[in-house]
């Protein structure tokens, strides 16, 4: 139902910064909550920060005042700032994305993700 395509990570040194977009692709659907989750080597998937739709971001505390989501809903993109990138944000990230569809009388909803993006941060 939602096709999400990500872009924008890569390599880069410690403090630096980095910007992941997320753009959501579907027909007569309705974006909900959009996220971010992240997987380190051997770690568990992991959620980053979220945004519903409308409203106020939510961050996990180790990005806290670092990273920054936000969306921009004419063009359905969902976006993370990482600013003061450290070598623990090593990781691939993944977009989520809750949506609804369906008549108002059987209304439906679903999850999708995206491909992820690897992002590296050398020390």
């Known amino acids: 139902q939602v096709q999400l395509m990500e872009s924008g990570g890569g390599l880069v040194k410690a403090g630096e910064s980095l910007r992941l977009s997320c753009q959501a692709f579907?027909?007569?659907?309705?974006?909900?909550?959009m996220a971010w989750y992240r997987q380190g080597p051997g770690e568990q998937r992991e959620l980053v920060a979220s945004?519903?739709?409308?409203?106020?971001?939510n961050y996990a505390d180790s990005v806290k005042g670092r990273f920054t989501i936000f969306r921009d809903y004419a063009s359905n993109t969902l976006y993370l700032q990482m600013n003061s990138l450290k070598p623990e944000d090593t990781a691939v990230y993944y977009c989520?994305?809750?949506?609804?569809?369906?008549?108002?009388?059987?209304?439906?909803?679903?999850?999708?993700w995206g491909q992820g993006t690897q992002v590296t941060v050398s020390s």
């Open positions: 945004i519903s739709s409308p409203g106020s971001p």
């Open positions: 989520n994305a809750h949506f609804s569809y369906g008549p108002i009388e059987d209304p439906r909803s679903g999850s999708s």
């Open positions: 579907g027909r007569r659907v309705s974006l909900d909550t």
